[in-house]
């Protein structure tokens, strides 16, 4: 056997050694594997979230220990020893590895018999010897603890030593023995916990926007599978509906910038704070009708129970408190000028800031009036049953109220989160909602499969920036269900493929033309390379490089036609921002320009009806 | 008893017991099992170490040391942890790897070792842990 034979098959040990401790140790179910469209497999670490190819699929390992374990600890002490699951996993491995090792130690035993037995001979059959030992030595320290396996080591070894005095038949008497203990193990551990009831899920979600739908797994539920949807790496598409929409806002956006200012921009603020005095004024309204009906309450009830007036007063002060709180922010909000925000993704984050002690408070108001009135029926029913008819009314104005409140911040949100999304670099999932639905199998650990694979490519329509939520859940017919594992994939375009980009470019012609101020605004759209391969989530999330040809309608001789202007261009942070050299055909002009795809200049053009120019 | 592949060592010659043994931890590059003593129970653990010794080829060997008194002063010099040094006075045998270095002690009040124990040790002569 050569000495690169020889460490070759020593990587390949340590590899198998080291992964199947890592794995043993932190006890992890789920190994993940990416094969993309190249062909190339990646290993997903343990990192909770991963980023893959759109396209890819993704080869999903359970490791039947580690499941063992989890569930035991699941199920209570009482279920199954973890002691005996460490030593079935622990015996398996070692087993597994000390027979592939059979082979090359017995050619580097040969080799060693016809070797001049140098130095080099000797460090050659040291490293086979010490391979073979380690699984070796594993195996009898779970034998010094476990009597019974002792016995059936040394039963193995003493026929194996009549037959053979060999390695080999030693190490294969003693790999064969542990093997088929542990399997002997694993079987009580499987048949301890079906006694309990214990079953286990495997789901598989894929969310878009903010939606979820579950995703099929094979084996694992009876979902069908789901539309066979490639996203093309290669194909210049044509222009979609929307982008061609764009490039006219843009287009007229650019011509505003152009003849105003580039402060024209700044309005997105209108349509934030026109949204939010929108919700103020109903919310004042709903509010209004709340003050309305205790006050017609009030003056029913006030003549007979005075005892009932103190919580009266409580309630309206909350009511006072809260009136006072929303006129407060309406009257932040209808005074922008009062409101400075260094960019518009800080604008984006107070508002949102806002909306969110808004609706904290709304809530909180709500709830304790309906408390309020709650006490006062009590006391009410005891003394005034001819006052039920007239809480009732009051009560039912409360959740007319409370609904239209929650309805109106939901609304609300819902307008504002296209602007948040921009400032946003992954979205933010709560997993919790998402639940196992009646086709996810219950499988019982004897017949629960340990691979299946989920294929993006039948995940139907995806984005970059969509999330593949993978959940491994646990119970028994006493315990709940919880979730064991979970795996966050995050789906970027990795591989290498062609992107359009629509966007406002700001053109520097170097005073070589009509233009007056130094850029000049203009739409433009970019067919750029991108992916190279990069896993990283800060660059898929953040960063996402590409460089290719833009292609703009500049207007340097200002006379409202358009000119083609054709350049080189590099773009970062998810197009967001690009920069290039181009060349205006129709004016013969070198220019370069900074390119920006922030969505501010579409907003920027409905502006509201209700909302004053500032 | 057939022994293939164990060096008895003679209790009547010292120098030659001395230098038989030399020879075989310095020249000759085996896994050793040094066994001590001569009673019975050192003799079924010379047996099962012979076997578990392998076939010709394979480096493991055996020395039985009748006397070990014989060898004591060069078992001292073996290189090896203090503790190991320390508690093979009173050993049932100990194991030595291709480099010469104690790798494992059997205890003279530990059981007579059986094949597993035995493998133990020369597996810990051939480990690199």
Redesign the interface.
Known sequence: MTELMLRGISVICLILWFAGAAMAKQGRVLTLEELDNEGKTTALGEDRVAIVDINSEIKVRLHRGALQKKIARLLGDGAVSGTLIDRATALQHAARTGLTLIKPLTEA??E??QSD?TPQD?AS??RA??L???P??LV?EV??KDPVL?DR??AA??AA?VRD???AS?NRA?FETAAAYADELKQTVDEALQEEGAYVQLGAWIVQDGQDRPLHLPGFDQYPEGDFFVVDQWTLLPLSEEQKQQLVELEAAAKVINEEGIGELVKVRNVANGAIVDFLDRAQGSVDRIERALESFRGAVEAEATSIRSVLDKARTAQQEYTAYVRSLKDRYAGQSARRFSSGAALLESTHNDLVELQHKTQGFVSGQIKYIAEVRSAVNASMSNMNVALAEVERVLQECRQELQNNVTDVAGQLSDLMGAVRLSQQINTAVLDFGKEVLKHTLDQIPENTKLDLKRAGARHAGDVVVLKLAAGSAQRQRQVLEERRLDLYRVLPHIQMAVGMIFADPSERTQVENRFQAAPSYSILLKGFGKRGITYNQLLRPGFGVNVSALDFDKDDTPELGIALVGSVFRDYFQVGYGYNVNEDAGYWFFGLRLPLATFTLPRPENVPEP | MDL?KTTILPTDNKVLALRMFRQLVNER?H?LMVVNGRDPEAETFVQRAD?????????RWVVWARKPEQIADEVNGLKGPPAMHSEIADSRGFSLS??DEIRDVIAKNDPVP???RI??AF??A????
């Open positions: 035993l040969a060693w018999a037995k000797v059959l040291s010897l010490e073979s030992a380690d070796t030595l009898i034998a010094n002792r080591l040394n070894l003493e030593l005095r060999s390695r030693q003693l | 293939f590059p896994v076997r578990l010794a392998g076939t010709l080829q394979d480096p291709l480099a059986d094949l597993v493998l133990e597996a810990k051939e480990s690199r842990r």
